[in-house]
């Protein structure tokens, strides 16, 4: 996806990581949105894992007292974007809810769940 390419790119050259931060959870705001309701097993776990990433680096920063951290948990969140994408023939790992507790809390997100997370991140959800 051309839109997470640039912004891993201005990732590596910005010092604004909290603009960057807000412009990937909008993002995945965006690309949730695009899917609706009708969000996959794969889907929702990737969506939730970036969500994830992006909460924990907000966290961090609140701790360090709003001083730069570390830019990993942002790669982490693209990373996760981008293989929300991926067609299911490049899919890795478990690919639909299983019977344990954790799939079946992921099979369960719904989509203004996700969409909670990213507003709670300062997110555009449209």
């Known amino acids: 996806m051309q839109e997470i390419d640039e912004l891993?790119?201005?990732?590596?050259?910005?010092k604004d990581i909290e603009?960057?931060?807000?412009?990937?959870?909008?993002l995945i705001a965006k690309s949730i949105t695009r899917k609706g309701n009708a969000l996959s097993y794969w889907e929702k776990a990737q969506?939730?894992?970036?969500?994830a990433a992006l909460t924990r680096h907000a966290e961090d920063v609140l701790a360090q007292g709003g001083q730069p951290v570390s830019k990993v948990l942002l790669r982490l969140a693209l990373q996760s974007l981008m293989d929300a994408h991926l067609p299911?023939?490049?899919?890795?790992?478990?690919?639909?809810?299983?019977?344990?507790?954790?799939?079946?809390?992921?099979?369960?997100?719904?989509?203004?769940?996700?969409?909670?997370?990213?507003?709670?991140?300062?997110?555009?959800c449209g």
């Open 8 to 14: 891993s790119k201005r990732l590596e050259e910005s």
């Open 19 to 26: 603009g960057i931060r807000i412009e990937i959870a909008n």
């Open 47 to 51: 969506y939730a894992d970036a969500i």
């Open 88 to 124: 299911l023939g490049k899919r890795f790992g478990i690919h639909s809810s299983k019977d344990s507790s954790v799939d079946k809390n992921i099979d369960a997100l719904t989509f203004d769940q996700l969409m909670d997370g990213i507003r709670k991140l300062g997110g555009d």
